[in-house]
Every structure is written in structure tokens, then in C-alpha cells.
């Protein structure tokens, strides 16, 4: 923040404090530290890159990765959203042959899992799915386009409500 920003009715201690405290954010220790190994995705595969993450209610995490690599194209057989229990050991994965490119994920106060798939390629992609917890479809909103620019669905934080967009408008659920 630079101080000719700051608000000019505040007293010149409290914009030099603004200045300070911004200043020295970034300096602090991380508070986290890795754990290898602690996430056990089934034995006859790998993660690949995790798109997003999301606790449930219940100590177990929901996760939207890209069928073992950055993409779900051509791995239909692989469910790119899983649950792990809190221990970090597999429970269940849904999803196969539904998605491109798993982007966001949320978990809804009634325990529904809302996935978004942030890219089209024919008849797949741009779309956002509301599954049960046990994987059943509740719920599929599409909208594909042949530009990649229209259309990409990123983040369900308030899925009952609405679910952000990347480069174009929002689209309403």
C-alpha cells in the first residue's frame, strides 16, 4: 500500500502502521509444513494435478484432480472427484467419463459435491455438475462453445447461487 492511498482522515500514526503492517507481512514463517505421504490415492494409480480441495462436514476431504495428468482427456475410465477420509486413506471417487478439466469443487450444506469442468471440447466441458455424496448426477448445467474464451466455469463457492467464470460472463444456477 503506498500512503498516498491511505485515507487522508486518518491520523499520521495510523497510515504510517498501514504502511508498516504491509511492509512486513510477507516476511512471516510459514505456519504449514509438508507430509509426505499422507494422502493414499488408490493403489493402481496416481494423482495428478489437484485442482481443488474441500472439506466436508464430517473431517473427510473432497478433491477434483485431473484423471493422473493435467487433463481428463482420454482417461475416461478415471474418477477425478475423490473422498479421503481424515487419515488421508481412499474412500470413493465418481465422475468418469464427465469431464475435461475438473477445476473447482464445493461441498453445500446438505453434503452435495458441486464440480466445475473449466473446458470444452465437443460435446463435453463447460459445464458444472451437482452430484449426492455417493456420486449420483443431481444436477448438470452446460454450456459449450467452440471459443475457449466463452464459457469456463472456475470456482462453486456459493454453487446454490451462482458459480464464477473465467474469462466470460457468470453463469446462474
Not at 470413493?92 to 475435461?100: I, Q, T, V, Y
Not at 455438475?129 to 464459457?151: D, H, T, W
Amino acid at each position: 500500500m503506498r500512503l498516498e492511498h491511505a485515507p487522508r482522515e486518518l491520523p499520521h500514526i495510523a497510515r504510517l502502521a498501514l504502511v508498516c503492517l504491509c511492509g512486513t507481512a510477507g516476511a512471516q514463517e510459514s505456519l504449514y509444513s509438508e507430509v509426505s505421504g499422507w494422502l493414499r490415492p488408490p493403489f493402481d494409480r496416481a494423482l495428478g494435478s489437484v485442482s481443488s480441495v474441500y472439506p466436508g462436514s464430517d473431517g473427510h476431504l473432497w478433491i477434483a484432480e485431473r484423471c493422473g495428468q493435467n487433463s481428463c482427456v482420454g482417461r475416461d475410465s478415471l474418477a477425478p472427484v475423490q473422498l479421503y477420509d481424515p487419515s488421508g486413506r481412499w474412500v470413493r471417487g465418481f465422475g468418469e467419463a464427465l469431464f475435461l478439466w475438473p477445476h473447482g469443487i464445493y461441498v453445500d450444506s446438505d453434503g452435495n459435491i458441486w464440480v466445475t469442468d473449466a473446458d470444452g471440447d465437443g460435446p463435453r466441458g463447460h459445464q458444472v455438475f451437482k452430484f449426492s455424496p455417493q456420486g449420483g448426477i443431481l444436477m448438470r448445467r452446460v454450456r459449450y462453445s467452440a471459443r475457449k474464451s466463452a464459457l469456463r466455469p472456475c470456482e462453486s463457492t456459493y454453487a446454490d447461487r451462482v458459480v464464477s467464470d473465467g474469462p466470460g460472463p457468470l453463469a446462474y444456477c
